[in-house]
């Protein structure tokens, strides 16, 4: 690990264990239990407790490396790793954008099948089950079986 790579998961490590902290504190402004189990704070505060300790331990593994000098390698992503990563924050913001408008099946079903070919998988019958089955399983599941109220679009799929 070079000194830039330390530095790196320093800053990044101790970014997501003051959110998990942050998460913790405001998770229990809610109540951890009511009359029938667990309350709406209980699982928010011990997914950022865990979250918190998860983070401890990087850090402590972070601390016990010695940081490499010599030759250091980039940063940042280039060339193939760069799209990469392009792709996937592309996947992240677009669906959000166009869901009212696709909805949640058609809309999920593209950034799914979008993210897959990003992570590298070339298989085209394997991009669209994985597709298909996110987009259309994952509305299944919401809507039938939890009764979350989903977007269906102008489409009506």
Do not use: K
């Not at 193939?80 to 996937?88: E, H, K, P, R, T």
Request: glycine share 8%.
């Amino acid at each position: 690990m070079t000194v830039a790579m330390r530095l790196g998961w320093l800053v990044a490590t101790l970014v997501m264990l003051v959110i998990c902290l942050v998460t913790a504190y405001e998770s229990t402004l809610l109540a951890l239990f009511d009359r029938l189990g667990p309350g709406p704070g209980f699982f928010p505060f011990w997914l950022a407790a865990l979250g918190a300790v998860l983070c401890l331990a990087i850090l402590a593994q972070v601390f016990r490396t010695v940081p490499e000098t010599g030759n250091a390698a980039p940063i940042f992503p280039r060339g193939s790793d760069l799209a990469a990563v392009i792709a996937v924050l592309a996947c992240l913001v677009i669906p959000p954008l166009l869901m009212d408008f696709l909805g949640y099946r058609l809309a999920m079903t593209i950034f799914a099948a979008v993210l897959v070919a990003a992570l590298g998988e070339r298989r085209i019958w394997a991009i669209a089950l994985f597709a298909v089955v996110a987009g259309f399983g994952t509305f299944h599941v919401f809507n039938n079986w939890l009764d979350v109220i989903l977007p269906v679009g102008v489409f009506g799929i």
